[in-house]
């Protein structure tokens, strides 16, 4: 393990999302990567051969800026935001999140008003709840994320993650946000 990637892959501390953007919005406030972990393991999804450390699990990795446009000035603070409080068609974690805990949270995807996006209407917000209550984030400050993004892909277990990623869960999660949506457009 590069030693860079340190406090990314196996940090001293993960940073509860209910404390996150409150208590480290300055230091956030840059571009790099971060770490999705979890306490508690959404339905389905597999955890063998993920990084652990104290009760935590590592589902998902983003970056911030995006490499399909790193001229953006998006950052990860701004980029955590879209995952903790959505809506769902900003942030590809959250709508997966949202599609796989669709029964527990009583979810649905809808259409966004005019708009040809889908969220999870009413329900984001017990979205939100379930994300603050059951997971936690760490962090890198790297100007060029998008190159370091491919490589973590490839080294761990990432199920969460879709784009880029050989992971065998990312067929099932297709597979449940694709019948998710389908049920919205038929449903309206």
């Not at 509860?16 to 508690?40: C, D, E, I, M, S």
């Not at 903790?84 to 995807?109: H, M, V």
């Not at 067929?171 to 049920?183: D, N, P, S, V």
Request: proline share 9%; with cysteine.
């Amino acid at each position: 393990m590069d030693t860079k990637w340190i406090p990314l892959l196996r940090p001293s501390t993960i940073v509860p999302t209910v404390q996150l953007l409150n208590q480290f919005a300055t230091a956030l406030a840059k571009p790099g990567v971060y770490g999705w972990w979890f306490k508690t393991i959404p339905p389905l999804v597999p955890s063998e051969g993920c990084l652990y450390v104290d009760g935590w699990t590592l589902l998902h990795i983003g970056i911030a800026p995006s490499g399909h446009n790193p001229t953006t000035t998006r950052n990860l603070a701004q980029r955590l935001q879209d995952h903790l409080s959505g809506p769902s068609n900003r942030s590809t974690l959250r709508k997966s999140l949202g599609c796989l805990l669709k029964e527990q949270l009583n979810l649905q995807l809808t259409p966004n008003g005019t708009s040809k996006y889908l969220t999870f209407g009413a329900g984001e917000e017990r979205l939100s709840q379930w994300i603050k209550a059951h997971t936690g984030v760490s962090w890198i400050i790297d100007p060029q994320p998008w190159l370091i993004k491919p490589e973590l892909l490839q080294q761990y277990a990432l199920p969460l993650n879709i784009q880029g990623n050989d992971h065998p869960f990312v067929t099932t999660l297709k597979r449940i946000r694709a019948q998710a949506t389908l049920e919205a457009a038929s449903n309206h």
